[in-house]
Antibody
């Protein structure tokens, strides 16, 4: 059974870069057909898809965040990462990593990590 | 971009009752790309339904999904205490790849 675990700083200063890592266990991050996603949820609100990196290294991002987002993968560590630049208080959210097997739904999720943007 | 709206925003029911949650898309979508999730406080969303009507592994059969085109429904036939949560619908498309509805809170 695949498990995903987010890690990274819980507090980031405005204008700095938010960096999170998702560690994958129970599955190969390079397995064909898998798409590794980042999703966030502002406090008390709905879900916003940030982007994904595919098993082949292809990325796609939400147009609303595209200019600030980079998702990368480190296969040797079975991890994929999120970088979000120039953060503001509006980026305060719980950040989730999740797996799509290429079918268009997200069965496996990490537990989420709260990132607060504040000076 | 597909925009999903959900109604009602909050649904207040009692255990044993039937719940009907609605998800409407801003344009017609393929039913294979419509999913539903349940989220409880402090937890990650859990996939309930995919392809409009297929139950995910481990999901009780009191949960069912239906719909086509722009109108989709999640039905919980007889509410159990553990079903009181927030429910999101989700579409898989393009730019952005995943879009979510704003959620329906199912309250006791």
């Amino acid at each position: 059974q695949v498990q995903l675990q987010e890690s990274g700083p819980g507090l980031v200063k405005p204008s700095q870069t938010l960096s999170l890592t998702c560690t994958v266990s129970g599955d190969s991050i390079s397995s064909g057909g898998n798409y590794w996603n980042w999703i966030r949820q502002h406090p008390g609100e709905g879900l916003e898809w940030i982007g994904y990196i595919s098993y082949s290294g292809r990325t796609d991002y939400n147009p609303s965040l595209r200019s600030r987002v980079t998702i990368s993968v480190d296969m040797s560590k079975s991890q994929f990462s999120l970088k979000l630049t120039s953060v503001t208080a509006a980026d305060t959210a719980v950040y989730y990593c999740a797996k799509d097997q290429g079918f268009g739904w997200l069965f496996d999720w990490g537990q989420g990590t709260l990132v607060t943007v504040s000076s | 971009e597909i925009v999903l709206t959900q109604s009602p925003g909050t649904l207040s029911l009692s255990p044993g009752e039937r719940a009907t949650l609605s998800c409407r898309a801003s344009q017609s979508v393929a039913s294979i790309y419509l999913a539903w999730y349940q989220q409880k406080p402090g937890q990650a969303p859990r996939l309930l339904i995919y392809r409009t009507s297929s139950r995910a592994s481990g999901i009780p059969d009191r949960f069912s999904g239906s719909g086509s085109g722009t109108d989709f429904t999640l039905t919980i036939s007889r509410l159990e205490p553990e079903d009181f949560a927030v429910y999101f619908c989700q579409h898989y498309g393009s730019s952005p790849i995943f879009t979510f509805g704003p959620g329906t809170k199912l309250d006791i």
